[in-house]
């Protein structure tokens, strides 16, 4: 890798989430109230891309997307301006709209519930990405499952995805992937096939049962640290990281491992875990673009997905890199792996 690089260059899902909290779940044909509504980014690499400008971080940071020629892909840009990140590869169609998610949050939970608009990213392809013009040191790439141009196979048997991350390495640039949690008839295939073209993955439990064909516990490292090295042997280059709620594992390589609890937050610290994964994502990516070791890459990452928790959207309650950790010293870590 250059040591001329510098930056992150996300892509895939450009999302604009309507974010509401509600007073319970309700059974079908039943009624909930919404307590209250609000509009934020949403998808992979818009929530990675903001949760770094508000950890305050010192690189350039870049989309590359497609939005609808409409209200909803003018905010996107808007936003993303406004939060100093390039949006020059953020292109704009009028084939579909902007992609939109409705995400209903319990308020007592905070537990999440999804209800997506495919729009513009259905159509978001290889050739949206010019990396020939991209001076970033990290590509990453989010949601497989959710791009379905990028999720198809070609003549050769090898997903878009994988083709883009491929090209992505050949420019010179070190890539990380993120799948969304969905069932998908080809969920292995898709991913598989993308693997050997990833230096980092960034996924979840649930994602990581769908890909080896188990069934992974949220409270169980010891078994999700075997699952991420099954990961590296089935092609990933560099490193993988899997999250729970309970906490995190990452494995690399060249043989090191970590295991990181997440963190004991207080009874009602949490108003949303939307985006979460993400935060969780962009601490990790944080840290790699830095150089910092292992460790210290999980242990930012649980604390900045911590630190978005006291936001039902995806960004708002990220904060600088320093007070994140500081979260750490205040409430310290739940048990991971422990009796209740």
Known sequence: MSTQRKGILASGNFIVDHVKVIDHYPQQDML???V????????????????LAAMKACFPLAACGLVGDDENGRWIRHDCARHGIDVAQLHHTRERSTSYTDAMTVQSSGRRTFF???GANALFDVVHCNFADSNARLFHLGYLMLL??????????????ANLLARAKSAGLET??????????????????ALPFTDHLIIN?????????????????VTLLGAAKQLIAAGVLRSVAIHTERGAVAATQEGEHSIQPSLQLPTGFSRGATGAGDAFAAGLLFGLHEGWPLQKRLLLAVSVAASSLADPT?????????ECLALAEKFGFRPFGQAA
Request: hydrophobic share 30%; glycine share 8%; net charge negative.
């Open 32 to 34: 909930a109230n919404i």
């Open 36 to 51: 209250s509504e609000s509009q934020s980014n949403g998808g992979g690499p818009y929530n990675v891309l903001k949760d």
């Open 116 to 118: 997506h608009q495919r």
């Open 148 to 161: 379905d141009r990028l999720d198809s196979f070609d003549e050769h048997g090898q997903t878009r995805a």
């Open 176 to 193: 990380s992937l993120d799948i969304v949690s969905t069932e998908h008839p080809q969920f292995r295939e898709i991913a598989l096939s």
């Open 205 to 221: 439990e649930a994602e990581a049962s769908r890909i080896l064909r188990t069934s992974l516990g949220a409270n169980d490292p």
């Open 314 to 322: 995806p960004s708002k309650g990220v904060q600088p890199v320093q």
